[in-house]
């Protein structure tokens, strides 16, 4: 059984670098918008002034970038740590009105996957539990109440919108050694999908110690030192 997400980005602006510079640019200039926007031809120019304007905390102008994510064969636990994200919006898999037919999919923890003898075990109490919902649907009972005995382990899709501000949030997050595995995984491929389009956009989408320049946990991976650590020192 594959254990690891599947993560596809299936919208985005094909404009993304001259939205947000317009954006930009319109703070700061008489130009009418429309104009700037015409106008913008020179990447590198509007880069250095994105760059800028980001650096500054102005962060408003790349909430006008919106993009969409097709994310499936990730656990219950993922995306309930995924859906307690702000300025998001989600459409997901029900476990109300799809029935799961036969064993349902189901996601093996790392530390359980290498373990023969604990992977045995829960491969066991997963097939328990299918055998469980399958007699309470057989027997009459609707799914929306059958699936109270589905584990967190259970599979599932969502799809899932996000502005670029909330993205750069997310990664600066979750990609922190500090988040659960598998959304630090799921996360990670959503920000390689975009940056294979728009690579401009990697230094944003880190670990938030790259950004911050210091780890501001409680406590630290020891990839970077910790914010009393780094005053102390100087």
């Not at 290498?114 to 097939?127: A, C, I, Q, T």
């Not at 005995?149 to 990609?175: C, G, Q, T």
């Amino acid at each position: 059984m594959n254990n690891k997400p599947v993560v596809k980005l299936i919208a985005k602006p094909d404009n993304m670098l001259k939205t947000i510079y317009t954006a930009c640019r319109t703070c700061y200039s008489a130009e009418y918008p429309a104009d700037i926007y015409e106008n913008a031809v020179d990447n590198d120019k509007m880069l250095k002034l994105i760059e800028r304007v980001i650096s500054s905390g102005h962060y408003s102008t790349v909430e006008h970038i919106q993009v969409t994510f097709a994310i499936s064969n990730v656990s219950r636990a993922c995306t309930h740590q995924l859906v307690r994200h702000r300025h998001m919006s989600f459409s997901q898999k029900s476990q109300r009105y799809v029935k799961e037919k036969g064993q349902f999919d189901y996601i093996i923890p790392p530390t359980i996957e290498k373990n023969p003898e604990l992977k045995s075990k829960f491969e066991n109490f997963m097939n328990e539990i299918s055998k469980q919902y399958q007699e309470f649907v057989e027997a009459g009972i609707p799914a929306e109440d059958a699936r109270f005995v589905l584990p967190n382990a259970a599979a599932s899709s969502i799809v899932a919108s996000l502005n670029l501000r909330e993205m750069i949030h997310l990664a600066n997050l979750r990609l922190c050694t500090r988040a659960q595995y598998e959304i630090r995984t799921m996360v990670k491929l959503m920000c390689d999908e975009l940056t294979a389009q728009e690579p401009w956009l990697k230094p944003y989408l880190v670990p938030k110690c790259e950004r911050l320049g210091f780890c501001d946990e409680d406590k630290s991976c020891g990839r970077m030192k910790t914010k009393a650590q780094l005053f102390h020192a100087s």
